[in-house]
Nanobody
Framework: QVQLVESGGGLVQAGGSLRLSCAAS????????FGWYRQAPGKQRELVAQISRLGSTAYADSVKGRFTIARDNAKNTVYLQMNSLKPEDTAVYYC????WGSGSLDYWGQGTQVTVSS
């Protein structure tokens, strides 16, 4: 089992910045990659950014150049630095952990609300 707790959401004006944190605990040695997803009202959950255990990263086209995902292995914490925020970034942001192997599992945090005002 992997437990994930997000923090750092809030209300910000367009053009502003926020940093989300995701503290992981439990069987984190089983995790192959961490990711940040978001879900806006009436829309499907989408992948925003992902970072592998070795540190390789991937981003949704809509956030490239504005968001940065990073991890602190010593603290078992994953961050999402969000700059130049836009109203369309408004959503609930979820931290995800995916485990290794053919029977990989997905674990989710409770989500944190990000609201960007125009």
């Amino acid at each position: 089992q992997v437990q994930l707790v997000e923090s750092g959401g809030g209300l910000v004006q367009a053009g502003g910045s926020l940093r989300l944190s995701c503290a992981a605990s439990g069987s984190t040695f089983r995790v192959s990659a961490f990711g940040w997803y978001r879900q806006a009202p009436g829309k499907q959950r989408e992948l925003v950014a992902q970072i592998s255990r070795l540190g390789s990263t991937a981003y949704a086209d809509s956030v490239k150049g504005r968001f940065t995902i990073a991890r602190d292995n010593a603290k078992n914490t994953v961050y999402l630095q969000m700059n130049s925020l836009k109203p369309e970034d408004t959503a609930v942001y979820y931290c995800n952990a995916r485990t290794w192997g053919s029977g990989s599992l997905d674990y989710w945090g409770q989500g944190t609300q990000v609201t960007v005002s125009s």
